[in-house]
C-alpha cells in the first residue's frame, strides 16, 4: 500500500490550512510518520515527525510555533495543520513513512521512510 490522500491548495499569507495524508494498504498505528516538503527549485525538506502515540513532535525551525502535525490512528490519518503561511512556505507537501519498527532517530533523513504520498502543491499568495 502506499500514503495517500494529501490536499493542498491556494492560500493567502497569513493564511491556514491543514493538510490530511490518509494511508492506504497499511495500518498507520504501526507506524511513525513525517511530512517533508520541495520547494520550487529546492530539494526536499522535513518538516515534522510524529512517533505512533503522538507524543514526539518534532518540527524543523522553519516551521516551529507555526505547523502542528497530529495524527489518528482510527481513521488512519495524519495530518499538518499549517498557520501563520508565508509565501515560502510554498511548496510540494508529502507524508512519509519511517522505515523503522523502533525509534532509530535520524527523522530529517530521506532514506529513513520507505514509503511516501504522491504530494500536494500549496501555494501561498496574495
Known amino acids: 500500500g502506499a500514503a495517500a490522500g494529501v490536499w493542498g491548495g491556494l492560500v493567502q499569507p497569513g493564511g491556514s490550512l491543514r493538510l490530511s495524508c490518509a494511508a492506504s494498504?497499511?495500518?498507520?498505528?504501526?507506524?511513525?510518520m513525517s511530512w517533508f516538503r520541495e520547494a520550487p527549485g529546492k530539494g526536499r525538506e522535513w518538516v515534522s515527525f510524529?512517533?505512533?502515540?503522538?507524543?514526539?513532535?518534532p518540527y524543523a525551525d522553519s516551521v516551529k510555533g507555526r505547523f502542528t502535525i497530529s495524527r489518528d490512528n482510527a481513521k488512519n490519518v495524519v495530518y499538518l495543520e499549517m498557520s501563520s503561511l508565508k509565501p515560502e512556505d510554498t511548496a510540494v507537501y508529502s507524508c512519509?513513512?519511517?522505515?523503522?519498527?523502533?525509534?532509530?532517530?535520524?527523522?530529517?533523513?530521506?532514506?529513513?521512510?520507505?514509503?511516501w504520498g504522491k504530494g500536494t502543491l500549496v501555494t501561498v499568495s496574495s
Open positions: 512519509a513513512r519511517y522505515r523503522h519498527s523502533y525509534f532509530a532517530g535520524q527523522v530529517s533523513s530521506l532514506d529513513q521512510y520507505n514509503l
Open positions: 494498504g497499511f495500518s498507520l498505528s504501526n507506524y511513525d
Open positions: 510524529i512517533n505512533v502515540y503522538g507524543g514526539y513532535t
